[in-house]
């Protein structure tokens, strides 16, 4: 198949921790749908600082994905970044390129084949109990989730579960906590810091080293009664199911997705 594209142009930037993690929100061309559910990833072709080269990249929606604006968050690579590298230095009006899709004269942007975290239509996935776990910028699928099940008004009940090495490369941990107190029945948000400084952690009011399945069923009573997404680097889902299988935790549902 061809390569088709549209400029995305970057028209916000939040910097968590400049150089190493931001979220970037992206103005499509107006005639580009969006056609995704959260959970569903994009294609961008941009420059590679090590290789010196074009790239195509994947990335997650973090935003709950609809035309024109679309959001996600990049973390810089701890081996070897190249693209991941070039994100952390570009700046508010910067054009990418975004791979689109083309039929019957209608544009739309092509959506990652592969969709491993996409959300269940809507009735599926009311009354339901979730798990979702993110390592670092592994929550960005979550994220695109839990914007829409709140958009929704959100007949689920969710346990959000993210680790970051730091307290400066938590993402979007405000919204998170007012997402927590606008739906206490719904949502619980739990971060994990596992190399920060005691120190600094005095004023630090949730938890502190990895979210094994140990610590986990100690917070989470009904672990086992929930449906668990993952999303995180290479081994996660491994790492994760040997653990819950010493506490014999069977998940109703397991789907991960991990780069
Ligand atoms: C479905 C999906 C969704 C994604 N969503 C996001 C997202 O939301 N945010 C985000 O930051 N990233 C996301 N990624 C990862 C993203 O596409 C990039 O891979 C990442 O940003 C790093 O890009 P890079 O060009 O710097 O490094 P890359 O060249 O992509 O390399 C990434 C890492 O893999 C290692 N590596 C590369 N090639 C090999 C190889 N042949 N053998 C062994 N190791 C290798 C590198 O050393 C480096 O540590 C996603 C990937 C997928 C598949």
Same mark, same amino acid.
């Given at each position: 198949?061809?390569?088709?594209?549209?400029?995305?142009?970057?028209?916000?930037?939040?910097?968590?921790?400049?150089?190493?993690?931001?979220?970037?929100?992206?103005?499509?061309?107006?005639?580009?749908?969006?056609?995704?559910?959260?959970?569903?990833?994009?294609?961008?072709?941009?420059?590679?600082?090590?290789?010196?080269?074009?790239?195509?990249?994947?990335?997650?929606?973090?935003?709950?994905?609809?035309?024109?604006?679309?959001?996600?968050?990049?973390?810089?690579?701890?081996?070897?970044?190249?693209?991941?590298?070039?994100?952390?230095?570009?700046?508010?009006?910067?054009?990418?390129?975004?791979?689109?899709?083309?039929?019957?004269?209608?544009?739309?942007?092509?959506?990652?084949?592969?969709?491993?975290?996409?959300?269940?239509?809507?009735?599926?996935?009311?009354?339901?109990?979730?798990?979702?776990?993110?390592?670092?910028?592994?929550?960005?699928?979550?994220?695109?989730?839990? *914007?829409?099940?709140? =958009? /929704?008004?959100? +007949?689920?009940?969710? !346990?959000?579960?993210?680790?970051? @090495?730091?307290?400066?490369?938590?993402?979007?941990?405000?919204?998170?906590?007012?997402?927590?107190?606008?739906?206490?029945?719904?949502?619980?948000?739990?971060?994990?810091?596992?190399?920060?400084?005691?120190?600094?952690?005095?004023?630090?009011?949730?938890?502190?080293?990895?979210?094994?399945?140990?610590?986990?069923?100690?917070?989470?009573?009904?672990?086992?009664?929930?449906?668990?997404?993952?999303?995180?680097?290479?081994?996660? *889902?491994?790492?994760? =199911? /040997?653990?819950? +299988?010493?506490?014999? !935790?069977?998940?109703?549902?397991? @789907?991960?997705?991990?780069?």
């Amino acid at each position: 198949m061809p390569f088709i594209s549209a400029p995305a142009k970057i028209v916000e930037i939040i910097d968590f921790a400049p150089g190493e993690i931001r979220a970037v929100r992206l103005k499509l061309p107006d005639d580009v749908e969006v056609k995704a559910r959260p959970g569903n990833a994009f294609w961008l072709k941009l420059f590679g600082k090590a290789s010196g080269r074009l790239e195509m990249r994947t990335y997650s929606f973090s935003s709950n994905p609809r035309s024109p604006i679309i959001e996600t968050v990049v973390s810089k690579a701890a081996e070897n970044p190249n693209t991941s590298w070039a994100f952390q230095e570009f700046l508010s009006g910067t054009e990418l390129e975004a791979r689109i899709s083309e039929q019957n004269g209608k544009k739309s942007l092509f959506i990652n084949p592969r969709k491993d975290l996409e959300l269940e239509p809507d009735d599926w996935w009311q009354d339901k109990k979730f798990l979702f776990y993110g390592l670092g910028t592994g929550v960005t699928p979550h994220l695109s989730a839990i *914007r829409y099940m709140a =958009e /929704k008004g959100m +007949n689920v009940n969710v !346990i959000y579960v993210s680790s970051s @090495k730091l307290m400066r490369r938590l993402i979007f941990h405000d919204e998170l906590e007012n997402t927590q107190k606008r739906f206490p029945q719904n949502f619980r948000y739990l971060p994990f810091l596992t190399r920060e400084n005691p120190e600094t952690l005095k004023e630090w009011k949730y938890f502190t080293g990895r979210p094994t399945v140990e610590a986990l069923t100690k917070l989470i009573p009904d672990i086992s009664e929930r449906h668990l997404r993952i999303c995180g680097g290479k081994g996660t *889902r491994k790492n994760l =199911e /040997k653990e819950a +299988n010493k506490f014999k !935790i069977n998940f109703p549902g397991v @789907k991960t997705e991990e780069w």
